[in-house]
């Protein structure tokens, strides 16, 4: 066999297997995607497919556009040269619509993972002067306890603040209404910690302690599927 010929075996493989590739992986993008939008208004299977992809996240998404994508191309690449006419007629067609697709759902799924967004919850309201509350950390980073009061309050009001892993203390510090935040890079996401809050004066009634943080959509949307 010649070289030339050798060169004209592979590229036909190669070029069957990414077409079927293309094609299979922009298949399940858009059929992952009609179900997550058009699938809660069927009719009878709507709850069920409801269900089905509230619980998927783009990270389960992702895994199944690769291996699909991987599987195509094995299969592509041993039929390849058999369905040579085929592969020549469709090719340009599937790399035209298939490729802007999977770029668009690669830039979605890198922004889901690298992009974060500010976020907060309530901890608790500060109903006495002494307190002790139980913090589960959400997945996140750059976490910071913050005490809010209403504008306009004329005298300081300050809460001292111990994180309690257990019987261990992790650390303690005061936050005031001169100084609402402090960060606490020492919260592990998904820990759980209690917080007991000491107050110099009785807090007013719109006193609370917020948790604010940085999270990525991926991160919420695991934490929301967990918690469904």
Request: charged share 20%; with cysteine.
């Amino acid at each position: 066999m010649k070289f030339t010929e050798i060169l004209n075996e592979l590229w036909g493989r190669v070029k069957g297997g990414v077409t079927l590739a293309v094609a299979l992986a922009t298949a399940s993008i858009v059929g992952i995607a009609g179900i997550a939008v058009l699938g809660p208004g069927a009719p009878r299977i709507g709850p069920i497919l409801g269900g089905w992809a509230s619980k998927w996240t783009i990270g389960s998404d992702f895994s199944v556009f690769m291996v699909i994508g991987s599987l195509g191309f094995v299969v592509g690449s041993f039929i390849g040269k058999r369905c040579s006419c085929a592969i020549r007629k469709w090719f340009g067609c599937v790399m035209i619509g298939g490729i802007p697709i999977i770029v668009c759902f690669w830039f979605t799924d890198y922004c889901a993972s690298r992009v974060s967004l500010p976020e907060s919850l309530k901890v608790t309201d500060c109903t006495n002067t002494m307190m002790r509350v139980r913090l589960k950390v959400p997945m996140g980073r750059h976490y910071r306890l913050a005490l809010s009061v209403a504008s306009g309050l004329t005298n300081t009001l300050t809460a001292r603040i111990g994180v309690l892993d257990g019987a261990f203390e992790v650390t303690n510090f005061e936050i005031c209404s001169d100084r609402i935040e402090r960060e606490c890079d020492f919260l592990g996401a998904k820990e759980e910690y209690d917080l007991e809050v000491l107050f110099n004066r009785a807090p007013p009634v719109s006193a609370a302690i917020w948790l604010r943080w940085l999270q990525t959509y991926r991160q919420r949307r695991v934490e929301e599927t967990r918690n469904h």
